[in-house]
């Protein structure tokens, strides 16, 4: 068997999923996306016989859970803050004994937080873009003289993002000293630290990660500058060939 490859599944059966609670919305800045994924997500497991409820955001999903009404949850939330990618309502699932779908609590809490990931990866010595962390209102970090005096730091070009966004939500790419306070601005309207990263510039790669098995690799290809929100939910020329790396 290659790495590709996986034992058949337990079961073909779409009653012995039982009740499937498609959890999508939330009040994360990401709701947009998740309702559509979570509406591609519910069609596809109701045209493979399963017996699968839409349901709108973490709150609904406890009210739900203390009545018994789903026996697992595929979570298509997207995002923090009710969004369901930090580890809250992995948390409550656990707690509930109800199985789900993606990472655990531990997983999605360290994933969702930039920072605290980069901080794991450089304790494991795993090269990753030189950073520098800004937190907003901070009397010392978050004046302007401490942003341009990171980014002297980093060297320009910089990534400056929000901590714990995803979808390329609240991203600029800065290239002159002259922007760096106007994408500050931008990130800061997001809750959490700021982040500001050295830019890679190179090919746009991502590989999925099933269990212990790595997917194969997809090339991102998009038609404008850079893989943004547009190029990632709105664009129809985006470009995403598998295999990226073994073709």
């Known amino acids: 068997m290659n790495a590709y ?3 058949a599944p337990r079961t073909a ?8 609670a498609v959890l999508l919305g939330g009040t ?9 994924s979570g509406r591609n997500v519910l069609e596809a497991l109701r045209a493979r ?3 699968a409820t839409a349901v709108d955001g973490i709150p609904a999903l406890a009210e739900a859970l203390v009545q018994k009404k789903f026996d697992r949850v595929f979570n ?4 923090h803050k009710g969004g369901g990618e930090d580890g809250i309502v992995q948390g409550l699932l656990e707690s509930f004994g109800v199985p789900y779908t993606g990472s655990g609590v531990l997983g ?4 969702m937080d930039k920072v605290r990931t980069k901080q794991v990866w450089l304790s494991l010595g795993l090269p990753t873009p030189r950073y520098a962390r800004l937190l907003p209102g901070d009397p010392v970090s978050g004046t302007g003289q401490a942003v341009h005096a ?3 730091t980093l060297g320009l070009p910089v990534i ?14 800065v290239f002159q000293d002259a922007d760096l306070q106007a994408a500050v601005e931008l990130a800061a309207r997001y809750d959490g630290e700021l982040l500001m990263e050295q830019m890679i510039v190179g090919d746009e790669l991502t590989v999925a990660i099933l269990g212990d098995v790595a997917l194969p690799s997809i090339r991102i290809v998009p038609k404008g500058e850079w893989y943004d929100y547009h190029a990632k939910y709105q664009a129809e020329d985006t470009q995403y060939l598998c295999p990226g790396l073994e073709g």
Do not use: C, M, Y
Not at 108 to 111: P, R
Not at 160 to 173: D, H, I, L, M
């Open 108 to 111: 999605s809490a360290l994933g």
């Open 13 to 20: 059966d779409p009653k012995a999923f039982g009740r499937v």
């Open 160 to 173: 400056v993002k929000p901590a714990n966004e995803g979808s390329s939500v609240g991203v600029t790419r």
């Open 5 to 7: 490859q996986f034992a």
């Open 28 to 36: 994360s800045s990401e709701r947009e996306v998740s309702l559509d």
């Open 150 to 152: 990171a980014a002297a």
């Open 76 to 79: 298509i939330l997207h995002g």
């Open 49 to 51: 016989g399963v017996d």
